[in-house]
């Protein structure tokens, strides 16, 4: 489709069904499918683990959203990550971004590094660092931008280029920003991946992931390790994720609008040190935020002045925000990364990313920014 952003939000993948004309999509609770004679479906749908009309109306949703060809929905953001590793092969090497997602980084340090799939950390804000990263072998690299929980700004296009010289394809994990403020597809990235857990499910009710690409031959290879593998998402989950998706350019208008008056009104606080939003002139890589993101997003990071016990009390204090893991749906929440999402990198590893004890991630709703600024301002006292 050719139509704007905010029309393939609602429309893509989906028309009037052709039993009743429902609107929606019906959720196709099926595990399997009528053949009228041996070897012969309608369709292409011989069995719901290869395919479901629900989940086909929601990849190419997804596809279309991040201006791609081919989607594939996936039962969670691991999952969606795993299927593509498992289309390498043993010997293989990766480069990663060195603050990339906990959970990604266990996939590949405590699953398929054991399959002899290599890997390295990069800092991919400097090019000179990652330029040197590179092997021979290097298949595939994989990159957050924004980061988290320190919201490094990557330049995609930059990485882009470096990968293909080498051979390689380039990966996005686009959960932070979402196909609303950032397209990695348009600035040459070969495959997009998402935990649609977070800002494209959005009402914090659903865990999935999904891929997307415009290569026919990366789209097989994924499809293979789906149907193969096998970590689909269940119909209903394909359903609500539909409907999520209608609304994803308002409520990221409206995350992007509240997290910049926020960020502003805590910027300087006599209270904090530093407050990192992309969207503030002094984030170190705010110039290329603008070019590659029209929105900042929903997500900032603060840094309390008194460390670990102001941080501590803040997350114990603040009441119309609240304290969990996760982040992306309409409610805002505050998260300790240290001691919550991050617990798990070394304390070391942690003070080279800057994730200090004092550090806290908010995740900023769509409720009425007033109310926010008063918990906000309440909590710290
Ligand atoms: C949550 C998250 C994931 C993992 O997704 P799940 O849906 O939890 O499996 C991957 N990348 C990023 C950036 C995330 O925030």
């Not at 990485?159 to 348009?186: C, I, M, S, Y």
Request: with cysteine; net charge negative; charged share 20%.
């Amino acid at each position: 489709m050719n139509e704007h952003f905010e029309t393939r939000c609602v429309h893509a993948g989906q028309s009037p069904d052709p039993t009743t004309g429902s609107i929606m999509t019906p959720i196709y609770q099926t595990s399997t499918y009528a053949q009228p004679s041996p070897g012969v479906f309608k369709d292409g749908y011989d069995y719901a683990r290869s395919a479901n009309p629900t989940r086909t109306a929601l990849e190419a949703n997804l596809a279309s959203i991040e201006g791609g060809n081919h989607g594939l929905a996936f039962g969670s953001g691991c999952a969606a990550t795993s299927a593509v590793l498992q289309s390498l092969r043993s010997g293989d090497h990766v480069l990663l971004c060195d603050d990339v997602y906990g959970g990604t980084f266990r996939i590949y340090d405590k699953v398929f590094k054991q399959f002899g799939i290599d890997f390295t950390l990069a800092d991919m804000t400097d090019d000179s660092a990652y330029a040197a990263a590179f092997t021979p072998n290097t298949k595939m690299v994989w990159i957050e931008t924004p980061t988290n929980p320190t919201l490094k700004i990557i330049d995609i296009a930059a990485v882009a280029v470096a990968t293909k010289a080498h051979g390689a394809f380039l990966v996005v994990d686009n959960t932070f920003a979402t196909p609303a403020t950032q397209r990695p597809l348009e600035h040459g990235a070969d495959v997009v991946c998402h935990s649609v857990t977070k800002y494209i499910g959005g009402h914090t009710d659903v865990v999935g992931g999904c891929l997307v690409t415009n290569d026919q031959e990366l789209h097989e290879r994924f499809k293979f390790m789906q149907n193969a593998v096998g970590g689909v998402p269940s119909p209903f989950d394909c359903f609500l994720l539909l409907r999520s998706t209608k609304t994803l350019h308002l409520r990221m208008e409206r995350h992007c609008q509240n997290a910049m008056v926020i960020a502003k009104h805590l910027q300087g606080h006599a209270k904090l040190g530093r407050v990192i939003y992309p969207g503030l002139d002094d984030h170190p890589q705010h110039e290329l935020a603008k070019r590659q993101m029209p929105g900042f997003g929903g997500i900032i990071s603060i840094e309390f002045k008194s460390g670990l016990d102001g941080a501590k009390r803040f997350c114990e204090n603040i009441k119309v925000f609240t304290l969990a893991e996760s982040l992306g749906g309409v409610e805002s929440l505050v998260n300790h990364p240290s001691i919550m999402t991050h617990a798990s990198v070394p304390a070391d590893q942690r003070a080279v990313l800057g994730i200090t004890d004092s550090l806290v991630r908010l995740s900023v709703g769509i409720e009425d920014v007033g109310d926010l600024i008063a918990d906000l301002d309440q909590a710290m006292g």
